[in-house]
């Protein structure tokens, strides 16, 4: 059974085979081990690596049964001891689209005009990447483009040693393969990280569904470029191999791109948004055609008083509407928002819309405080005018734009516009089923330990935010306990609230969550779900005492073995730890910082969380 699973694999697809093994090197890699499919692909990845099965005996049998012997087993018995036979699920139509054909690819990109490729910071961690793809998704789109993503991304963290990770993923310096000295202080065995595929993070299919992209592997496919090992590293697009292959796509119908090299036009990172602009999607749209050409008297004394304001802020690109409707309130004897608009249009000041990031900074970028925003004519530029008609091949956008960026990395004119960004953090862009079905499985168990009441959750970020000093408190206990505070007085909130009044986010197609909302409240004495990085075992016994429900609590060893290899690895644990609180926690606590806590937040929205029912600060 398992000489035919490795024969299927061969027989059936062996160019994809034998590219993953080119790519990363490592015989026991199997792209589909880690979608539910049979049960024989489930035993090939355990049996791939003998040491690795004695390895998975050895640690997660100390954590999985762990538990079993100290939970009071008669007043929770979480673990029902049956296997979740996700394997047996039936196919999903749309898996069919993680692996497509050099024919299946070429139809879809030559559906668009061309590809748009981005220098990828791999040396980021997974949410900062996730933002990224989002805002890059939205970008080619509006230029009706193929989004080049990266093929694979580095896992950062081992949940054991490192060479338990090593044999199922190629280990990197870090530092060496994203051309970074941002962690050479740090012990060895700190700097290491993981090359994983992209399909470990992302649902592949169910973004291909909506999104018209490539990776970089397909890319060469695409080109016939057959070295796969030639894609960088560091993520950038490389202005010189990626465009010695052959494209043949005629873009726009232009017989004259076929046949050779592909072209390159390259938007200089300095071109994208300098601070003297306000980047929007397109000005093509009947409210800017509306602003006054010329401004009478009346206009330039409104415009000078706003450019004035503006420059007080620390962006200095837009103006957040009420304060701009405060500073010419008076002088325009403004009355209603129609009367504001007025003397907008007057002043040559454009609406836009944007969303508010967590305590006024943008480092979550969540899409769940629609706002408006104002700026003036002459500073407006439009992504789509700039550069929709470009003609070469490959469009590139040069260097790294998400610093102090807005989600979608520009401001839009209208809330269709903006919504469109919006569903692609909140719909679009998700993990693969298996995380999912994982996470499924933790709630359900977390809903036992707190015997079906509401329970409330938290995320607490020691690692690296503890050496950059941005941690919430200097010590562990500190921490634990402001989150206990803090998740007190949510549970206060949480018998308040009434079912009658509920308060979805303001997202595109919002619905309740009905099933979260009529829970019972948690008692005091409840447990919360503590999503942490924290992985001394001292600090975890001593939040379990505290009051704390962890991950690896809440998973037997079966499950491990049924996901397979990639749960080895923090990244993937910490992908279905937003989910399990994005999906089955009643409240949610974290830091403003962190960009977890942003993708949790997003999840939050989508699943038709009361929006008072998260907070990040
Ligand atoms: C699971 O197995 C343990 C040990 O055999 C047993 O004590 C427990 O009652 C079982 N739990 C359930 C829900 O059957
Ligand atoms: C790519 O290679 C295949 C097989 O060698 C060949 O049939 C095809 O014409 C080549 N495509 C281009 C664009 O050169
Ligand atoms: C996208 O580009 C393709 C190829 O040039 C074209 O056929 C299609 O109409 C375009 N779609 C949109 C929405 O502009």
Known sequence: MLEMEEEGLLGNSPAPHKRLQNLYHSRRFNLKAFIPRSRASVLYTISASFAG?????????????????????????????????????????????????????????????????????????????????????????????????PSFVYARACEFSNDVCAKHAKMVNRGDAVGSDEWRSLPLEKQMAWVIPLELMIDIPHLRAKHQFVTVSEYFRLQNITDLTKEKTNGHWDREFYHTGINDIPFRGHRSHVGVHPSLYKIKNGDYDPKTITLLDTLDV?????????????????????????????????????????????????????????????????????????????????????????????????????????????????????????????????????????????????????????????????????????????????????????????????????????????????????????????IPDAHLNVELTMREPPKPSDSMYLATDEREEENLEWLRKNGATLFSDLIAPVDREQFGWPLLFTDIVALVEQQVIGYGSSYFYAHAMSSFAGGVINFRAANGCDERTGLVD
Request: aromatic share 10%; hydrophobic share 40%.
């Open 286 to 506: 009947d409210s800017y055609r509306a602003l006054s050409n010329t401004l009478t008297e009346t206009g330039t004394q409104y415009d000078s008083m706003l450019l004035e304001k503006m420059k007080e802020n620390r962006n200095r690109v837009a103006l957040d509407w009420n304060t701009a409707r405060d500073v010419i309130k008076d002088i325009a004897n403004i009355k209603t928002d129609e009367d504001f608009e007025h003397a907008l249009r007057l002043a040559g000041w454009l609406t836009t819309y944007t969303w508010q990031g967590a305590i006024g900074m943008e480092m979550t970028k969540t899409v769940v405080e629609p706002i408006r925003q104002v700026a003036p004519r002459s500073m407006l530029r439009g992504w789509v005018d700039q550069f929709y008609d470009k003609t070469e091949d490959v469009l590139l956008l040069e260097g790294e734009v998400h610093l102090e960026r807005k989600p979608g990395f520009m401001r839009f004119t209208t809330t269709e516009a903006r919504d469109q960004m919006g569903r692609i953090v909140l719909y679009d862009l998700r993990p693969p089923a298996n995380v999912r079905d994982l996470a499924a499985l933790v709630i359900s168990r977390m809903d036992k330990v707190n015997h079906g009441r509401a329970w409330m959750a938290a995320h607490m970020r020691r690692g690296d935010f503890d050496r950059l000093g941005w941690a919430m408190e200097k010590t562990l206990q500190d921490h634990f306990n402001r989150l206990k505070r803090k998740l007190a007085t949510a549970r206060e909130l949480l018998e308040r609230l009434p079912t009658s009044d509920p308060h979805p986010y303001k």
């Open 53 to 149: 099965l004695f390895l998975y005996f050895i640690f997660f049998s100390s954590t999985g049964f762990g538990l079993l012997h100290t939970a009071d087993a008669g007043e929770w018995a979480i673990f029902d001891n049956k296997s979740h036979p996700i394997s047996d699920l039936p196919l999903l139509a749309s898996e069919g689209l993680l692996e497509l054909s050099i024919d299946e690819l070429r139809e879809r990109v030559s559906k668009t005009n061309g590809y748009f490729a981005r220098d990828w910071s791999l040396s980021l961690g997974w949410n900062n990447m996730r933002y990224i793809i989002e805002g890059g998704l939205s970008q080619a789109r509006l230029l009706n483009r193929t989004l080049v993503l």
